[in-house]
């Protein structure tokens, strides 16, 4: 008689899940170890992600990485050759965004909001455009690290109200598009 692993996972957070599975019971030595592999849906193969001793549960925070995440769990014999695989579990993340209403272009050092930089995750592509109130473009970026430090043709820019684009792509290539404004201050 054996009884197979039953994996089970669930998002617990926009970017963080749990994942939680049976023990694997028929080797007649038992369990040597159990390995979780992890496929990024559209980018490649299963890989190795995490081993476990015995059966367990686990937490992680990795939304980021791929819209879609496959899991599945392989259980080896302890002393033999044989393996046995889980059932599989897929988890979709959709994209998280957060952009800052203000910020403080200073030069007062970092951890000062220094930099005005919206805060996104689970995207495949990305633009983000800062224009002044004339509608000129002042900076563009193309990489979710990047943002704007408050300066135009090397020079500060000047306190006042700023129009900020975002445009992105999730990992199905659906099209998100933001804007808004953004205030920047000088504070002492």
Same mark, same amino acid.
């Given at each position: 008689?054996? #009884?197979?692993?039953?994996?089970?996972?669930? @998002?617990?957070?926009?970017?963080?899940?749990?994942? =939680?599975?049976?023990?694997?019971?028929?080797?007649?030595?038992?369990?040597?170890?159990?390995?979780?592999?992890?496929?990024?849906?559209?980018?490649?193969?299963?890989?190795?992600?995490? #081993?476990?001793?015995?059966?367990? $549960?686990?937490?992680?925070?990795?939304?980021?990485?791929?819209?879609?995440?496959?899991?599945?769990?392989?259980?080896? =014999?302890?002393?033999?050759?044989?393996?046995?695989?889980?059932?599989?579990?897929?988890?979709?993340?959709?994209?998280?965004?957060?952009?800052?209403?203000? *910020? #403080?272009?200073?030069?007062?050092?970092?951890?000062?909001?220094?930099? *005005?930089?919206?805060?996104?995750?689970?995207?495949?592509?990305?633009?983000?455009?800062?224009?002044?109130?004339?509608?000129?473009?002042?900076?563009?970026?193309?990489? =979710?690290?990047?943002?704007?430090?408050?300066?135009?043709?090397?020079?500060?820019?000047?306190?006042?109200?700023?129009?900020?684009?975002? $445009? *992105?792509?999730?990992?199905?290539? @659906?099209?998100?598009?933001?804007?808004?404004?953004?205030?920047? #201050?000088?504070? =002492?």
């Amino acid at each position: 008689m054996h #009884t197979t692993v039953w994996l089970e996972g669930e @998002k617990s957070g926009p970017l963080s899940m749990k994942v =939680e599975f049976s023990p694997y019971l028929g080797f007649e030595n038992g369990v040597e170890r159990y390995e979780l592999y992890r496929q990024l849906i559209g980018k490649g193969e299963y890989e190795l992600y995490e #081993t476990y001793p015995v059966e367990s $549960q686990d937490s992680f925070e990795n939304g980021k990485d791929n819209y879609g995440q496959r899991f599945r769990i392989k259980a080896y =014999e302890l002393g033999g050759d044989r393996v046995s695989w889980s059932n599989d579990v897929v988890l979709y993340f959709e994209p998280v965004l957060f952009v800052p209403n203000a *910020f #403080t272009p200073n030069g007062k050092g970092p951890g000062q909001n220094e930099i *005005f930089k919206p805060l996104i995750s689970g995207v495949k592509s990305y633009e983000f455009r800062i224009y002044n109130r004339w509608g000129e473009k002042l900076a563009e970026y193309f990489e =979710e690290s990047q943002g704007w430090d408050g300066t135009y043709g090397g020079k500060s820019a000047p306190e006042g109200v700023y129009v900020y684009q975002i $445009q *992105f792509r999730d990992f199905q290539d @659906k099209l998100y598009q933001f804007s808004g404004t953004i205030q920047s #201050t000088a504070l =002492e």
